[in-house]
């Protein structure tokens, strides 16, 4: 423990910089010991509640958001906590450092710092519970992999494939070897921010569940106190990360909480978190109300085995936010429909929803000898979909326009999609479809630079010369392909 | 022309009889002149029009539908065609004939002698306007193909690939060059029906179209009047061929014809049709309402590019008649997305569909160097799903049960369908999806055998043993697979 704290420091934007205070440890500070910080810049203040880390330990974490200085005091039920100051320089941020991530024209997101983030989701559950060496090599998978999110949970699973016990438990147990759900356990979390840090220094962001039903410890089954004291302690505690975004469930309506629970817990963290971060609640069987005003964007599970991102546009049309289809099954051959589709029709569906302007996720399944499914506990991946969704984010992030929006196509069948931004850029996809040949009627004298491309084989043949008005481009008449059309000049 | 006509015949049961008349010339014997035959038999009287077949040839075309003793007499305008009779000695039908189709058990067809008919259907829109060389070319083809259902038009047809002139034309020319409706052209109509009955004679239903929009002759543009004698004639003419299904038309909603023209031409045909044979309208874009009494079956396109014939068991239920995925697009590679499917893809909607207790349609559209495509003219096949096709008839057929509805499942995902008859047979299907296990859960006490089948590699592997209650089932995680229970003893 730091016995003496500076008053001052220097810190770059949207970093955590952790504040930390030396106060009682008699009781059960958790719940007695109040601490919250007002942090002050220039006109603007923001309130930032502290949280006990035991053995004496008291931290206010904080993500500054704005440079220049911030001047912070303290109020505590404590006195020795009480009136503490602080004076921290907040620089600019270092390359790689964007902030947090932000809803973005309606229907996309962008870092704080105006860069645009594409989520290229993947999911691992419980990577963060799975042991030291499974962890690192599920960061160093990650290291080669195009995902710059993570679908993770707080809690443990109990579920198929997921037998193991965790390392950390989120409480500390009585003495008659139940949970004190008043105690939280500083252990667990010191792991799972190291985890948060891990990725956030990867460029991902972390998708945090904050609740989950597949559960045997009894976390799934808290009272309401129990259920608001434990997010409120995850707030205090994450909430200066800047890759956190709050997911409050992964299927929610596999829970016996109500619409009134998931509400009351909504509020709790729009009230509380300092920085607004994403937040979502994702379903199983049937949608929550996406529309209500704290759900930033869509997280979604696929309700139907056929048609999935293929609805995306539906969904933009409805809700007016961000479609992110964390789950549209995974590539992986186990019995579950939800864990049992190939490579092909996994970039597939990433296609299919990104030129309808959303965002697709990505999980494997594969069966494994020791049960090491990337999808729940990480480690290496298997399948051929990674490297097809890295070439889609690059085609993507190389993209003249921030965003694929649904764009009214040039020509083409009603019931196909076409992305990009009219006059700009097209990006037709033609998925399990095998053209021969597509004919396109474009706005006379804009001239275009035309490529066709094999999103299965990763290739992109540019076309030599320029296009406009009425025109066929060939196709290899076999599946998977696309056609890009790009303003020449630009 | 036959100068002495018998006034007794023998035929089978369902043929077509012929009684041809000598009639008046002058004037337009298709207008002016009327003929009717009544024939009783036993307690029952059918009254069947008869029609002027040029060169003072009048016939009444008759399908004996039961066996024994009919008893004909004309009523015609004209004295030499009035009060005519004729014994008609009806023998039972000769194997292979089974008389004309059915609507059976709600969602299925038999023929009228109780044979189940299961229907798997192909397109040659305009097979019979191609000239012989190529008509017989078609009727090759179909002898070595799984079909027993041909969807065909009345009418010659204008589109893409479709610009030649056809060999015969349905209405005689004025003077002026314009077609003189109220003349039909018996040549067109003796070359129409050699072809039914070509289709006849394999075993093959008619599904002839009335009505289509793609015309560059007038056809699709007749009054009201032309339309209703043209069809009055029609039925005259067709109505005795057993394998005649009345499809009113290809894409209805392409045409300019009104609900209530529809409504018209239909009750003419359930008016005069004397064997009431199947009848149905086909959709572009939207649903006729196939809840019309009239309607004896719905005849789909697909409305979706990507869900077809995963919808077939809500239209069951909403419906409650067969359903019939006439179009869930062709395999092929031309531009449009109705005609660039996999072969694949094209199995895996028949299996779709099978599983859910529905019927699903072939065409096939490949780029051909002198634009003999399938879909529309006939030739050859040159695809890779009606072998499949043929598989999958196969195994229908040979299914214990008579018809395949979507039983429930014994277990499995909520979204999976299952076929069969509950405790005697059932028929997964796991399409796109890959597994390598699947789980089932059936009733203790019946023994099931079971067999993993490759639906695109057409391989059956019966598994040893037998199973009852709950067990697991290994496949070999690709996709296209399918799991058969069948009672064991059955």
Same mark, same amino acid.
């Given at each position: 423990m730091e016995k003496n704290m500076p008053t001052s420091a220097t810190v770059e934007r949207w970093a955590d910089y952790e504040w930390v205070l030396e106060g009682p440890q008699d009781g059960n500070p958790f719940r007695d010991v109040t601490l919250a910080a007002r942090f002050t810049h220039l006109s603007r203040s923001l309130d930032v509640a502290g949280f006990y880390?035991?053995?004496?330990?008291?931290?206010?974490?904080?993500?500054?958001?704005?440079?220049?200085?911030?001047?912070?005091?303290?109020?505590?039920?404590?006195?020795?906590?009480?009136?503490?100051?602080?004076?921290?320089?907040?620089?600019?941020?270092?390359?790689?450092?964007?902030?947090?991530?932000?809803?973005?024209?309606?229907?996309?997101?962008?870092y704080e710092d105006g860069t645009p983030y594409l989520p290229f989701g993947t999911t691992c559950y419980v990577w963060n519970h799975q042991g030291d060496a499974l962890e690192e090599q599920t960061l160093r998978t990650l290291d080669e992999a195009p995902f710059n999110k993570m679908r993770m949970c707080v809690f443990p699973k109990h579920y198929t494939f997921n037998s193991n016990e965790p390392e950390y438990y989120p409480f500390v147990r009585s003495q008659d070897g139940s949970w004190d759900f008043t105690r939280p356990e500083p252990a667990f979390y010191r792991h799972l921010e190291r985890r948060i840090r891990d990725l956030r220094d990867r460029g991902i962001e972390a998708d945090l569940i904050l609740f989950h039903p597949y559960d045997r410890w009894g976390f799934a089954a808290m009272t309401p106190e129990q259920d608001d004291a434990y997010l409120d302690y995850v707030?205090?505690?994450?909430?200066?990360?800047?890759?956190?975004?709050?997911?409050?469930?992964?299927?929610?309506?596999?829970?016996?909480?109500?619409?009134?629970?998931?509400?009351?817990?909504?509020?709790?963290?729009?009230?509380?978190?300092?920085?607004?971060?994403?937040?979502?609640?994702?379903?199983?069987?049937?949608?929550?109300?996406?529309?209500r005003p704290w759900i930033t964007h869509c997280s979604i599970q696929r309700t139907d085995n056929y048609r999935t991102s293929e609805y995306v546009n539906?969904? #933009?049309?409805?809700?007016?936010? /961000? %479609?992110?289809?964390?789950?549209? +099954?995974?590539? &992986?051959?186990?019995?579950?429909?939800?864990?049992?589709?190939?490579?092909?029709?996994?970039?597939?569906?990433?296609?299919?929803?990104?030129?309808?302007?959303?965002?697709?996720?990505?999980?494997?399944?594969?069966?494994?000898?020791?049960?090491?499914?990337?999808?729940?506990?990480?480690?290496?991946?298997?399948?051929?979909?990674?490297?097809?969704?890295?070439?889609?984010? #690059?085609?993507?992030?190389?993209? /003249? %326009?921030?965003?694929?929006?649904? +764009?009214?196509? &040039?020509?083409?069948?009603?019931?196909?999609?076409?992305?990009?931004?009219?006059?700009?850029?097209?990006?037709?996809?033609?998925g399990f479809n095998q053209p021969t040949s597509k004919t396109f009627t474009m706005q006379e004298g804009v001239r275009y630079r035309a490529s066709v491309i094999d999103t299965w084989a990763m290739t992109i043949r540019e076309l030599p010369g320029t296009y406009t008005g009425h025109f066929t481009i060939d196709l290899p008449g076999k599946p998977y392909m696309a056609v890009r059309l790009e303003k020449a000049g630009d």
């Open positions: 880390d035991g053995d004496g330990r008291y931290i206010v974490r904080l993500m500054p958001d704005m440079t220049g200085t911030w001047q912070g005091v303290t109020a505590s039920n404590s006195p020795e906590l009480d009136n503490r100051t602080l004076t921290l320089t907040c620089t600019t941020a270092s390359p790689g450092n964007h902030g947090p991530v932000r809803v973005s024209n309606t229907w996309h997101f962008s707030v205090r505690r994450l909430a200066a990360y800047r890759n956190v975004w709050w997911s409050f469930a992964n299927e929610y309506d596999l829970m016996t909480k109500t619409t009134a629970d998931w509400e009351r817990l909504a509020q709790l963290v729009v009230t509380r978190d300092p920085w607004q971060h994403l937040r979502s609640i994702h379903n199983c069987r049937h949608f929550y109300d996406h529309t539906e969904w #933009r049309q409805r809700y007016r936010k /961000p %479609v992110v289809v964390d789950e549209c +099954a995974y590539e &992986g051959n186990i019995s579950n429909n939800w864990g049992n589709i190939t490579a092909e029709e996994m970039v597939r569906r990433f296609w299919e929803g990104a030129v309808r302007g959303g965002y697709v996720g990505h999980g494997e399944t594969y069966m494994h000898p020791q049960d090491i499914l990337w999808w729940s506990k990480g480690g290496t991946l298997h399948g051929q979909s990674p490297a097809r969704i890295a070439f889609l984010r #690059r085609i993507q992030e190389e993209a /003249p %326009v921030a965003y694929l929006d649904d +764009a009214p196509a &040039g020509s083409g069948p009603r019931d196909l999609p076409c992305a990009g931004q009219p006059g700009r850029y097209y990006l037709y996809y033609y």
